[in-house]
């Protein structure tokens, strides 16, 4: 049995370590959080289809430095995630719910394991990458509406500034003679970021002209190692207060500053940079040595990555796990539903035995 003595005494240091968290978050004041804040963007998907998103379904970080917060369930979910919104009924979800489970378990003795989860997690990240394949065809025809395969910068960058508002013959004409622009600040800066990631997606010979599969890359960075390498240098440029290319603890919970939209978003969430000092040091940390290199980084970026997907399905698993014998039964994963598909499942218990 535990002391007395021995239950004050973690109580106590929790009561520090709480403490401790608190004063951090004073010391490191930051620019805010805005992901939670932010609408997933599918009602101007028109508008953005042809620029590279902050969000990517299936990694775990997002461009802009920010945790995806829904990774875990975009890698149990696949390409059927955007069949689980909130409006779906709940009965409908259980049995969805269900058919997962049963392709989950493979060896069909009605348990999940970490590796059938695994497995299931390589497959659904291999999902999202057919999806993005798939899209990226109609977005490059976009782009390549003349149909020879290539795709110049100044094209591009027609299309883009188009999207902005801006009068797409003026551009063209304008671009064509070599005249000067006049394009605000902000949107001149995201022209040369858009620029420099253009020069990164596009293979020798650098000719500045993108086919489809180069055009992938740069919309999708996860599709090619050259890419992902390029976006986490990014990241850690705009972490990385001192400039030693590598992030501590404090640099990791604050923001770059660019990313703070409104004042509302400034508000302190907790939660927020608890989980995000926790990802830091049990995850992104891999050596533990409380330094993130830009190694440490690509590693856990990387959405192919088996060890990670492991990791992944070890967290899953135990999140649910209510009897700890580290396997997932039906009822364990239905009664996290919420967890695992964003909706909850009401009644899922007495449904659960009138189905078997
Ligand atoms: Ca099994
Ligand atoms: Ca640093
Ligand atoms: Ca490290
Ligand atoms: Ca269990």
């Known amino acids: 049995m535990v002391s007395k003595q021995a239950f004050l005494f973690s109580l106590g240091s929790l009561y520090l370590s709480l403490l401790f968290v608190f004063l951090l978050m004073d010391v490191y004041a930051r620019p805010a959080n805005n992901s939670a804040l932010k609408e997933k963007s599918v009602d101007n998907k028109d508008e953005n289809e042809i620029l590279p998103q902050d969000h990517i379904n299936g990694m775990k970080m997002e461009m802009d430095g920010h945790l995806n917060k829904d990774f875990h369930q975009e890698v149990f979910l696949g390409k059927a995630i955007e069949e689980f919104d909130e409006d779906s009924e709940p009965k409908k979800n259980r049995k969805k719910l269900v058919t997962i489970f049963s392709k989950v378990d493979r060896n069909k003795d009605n348990q999940i394991s970490a590796q059938e989860m695994q497995r299931w997690i390589m497959e659904k990240t291999e999902e999202h990458f057919q999806e993005a394949v798939k899209e990226n065809k109609l977005h490059f025809r976009a782009v390549d509406p003349d149909n020879d395969g290539h795709v110049s910068w100044d094209e591009y960058k027609i299309r883009f ?54 055009f992938l890359s740069f919309l999708h960075p996860e599709h090619s190692k050259a890419m992902l390498t390029f976006m986490v240098k990014e990241i850690v440029r705009d972490l990385d207060q001192d400039g030693d290319k590598k992030l501590t603890l404090s640099e990791f919970i604050s923001l770059p500053v660019g990313t703070v939209e ?54 899953m698993i135990a999140v ?30 007495r449904n659960v035995h009138e189905e078997f």
Not at 299 to 313: K, V
């Open 161 to 214: 500034l188009a999207s902005k508002g801006f009068n797409e013959k003026e551009v063209a004409e304008k671009v064509k003679n070599n005249e000067e622009l006049k394009i605000d600040e902000e949107t001149q800066e995201l022209i040369d970021n858009l620029k420099d990631r253009w020069f990164q997606a596009d293979n020798p010979p650098t000719d500045l002209l993108l086919n489809e599969e180069e």
């Open 262 to 315: 409104n004042k509302q978003a400034q508000d302190i969430d907790d939660e927020w940079v608890l989980d995000r000092k926790k990802e830091f040091e049990e995850v992104i940390d891999a050596n533990h040595d409380g330094i993130v290199t830009m190694e440490e980084l690509e590693e856990y970026m990387d959405p192919m990555n088996e060890y990670n997907a492991l990791n992944e399905a070890k967290q």
């Open 320 to 349: 649910a796990d209510e009897n700890q014998d580290h396997l997932l039964c039906l009822e364990e994963i239905l009664k996290y539903s919420e967890y695992f598909t964003g909706s909850k499942l009401m009644d899922y218990a």
